[in-house]
Nanobody, 113 residues
Framework: QVQLVESGGGLVQPGGSLRLSCAAS??????MAWYRQAPGKQRELIAS???????DYTDSVKGRFTISRDNLKNTWDLQMTDMRPEDTAVYYC?????????WGQGTQVTVSS
């Protein structure tokens, strides 16, 4: 059974940094990604990365967040810098293999002074 395990969520001050990590069992996934969902809003794709290392970001996080993956370990990280209150959300790691999608449990990230 495929399981995704997240770590790294918590409270951070505006302008600070936080690193999220996700580890998955099983095979190498086609796409690894991070989503977030703020209260009252839809879940939003914020970063994704292919097996070849091509990364894409939503405009609101470009230049601040960096996604990376280790294909040998089936892990992927989201390094968040210059964090803002609007980054407050539940963050979910996601992995795609073919047409199947796997999700982490979600981890709370709160940006507040």
């Amino acid at each position: 059974q495929v399981q995704l395990v997240e770590s790294g969520g918590g409270l951070v001050q505006p302008g600070g940094s936080l690193r999220l990590s996700c580890a998955a069992s099983g095979w190498i996934y086609n796409i690894m990604a991070w989503y977030r969902q703020a209260p009252g809003k839809q879940r939003e794709l914020i970063a994704s990365i292919t097996t070849a290392g091509r990364a894409d970001y939503t405009d609101s996080v470009k230049g601040r967040f960096t996604i990376s993956r280790d294909n040998l370990k089936n892990t992927w990280d989201l390094q968040m810098t210059d964090m803002r209150p609007e980054d407050t959300a539940v963050y979910y790691c996601n992995a795609r293999y073919g047409e199947k999608y796997y999700w982490g449990q979600g981890t709370q990230v709160t940006v507040s002074s």
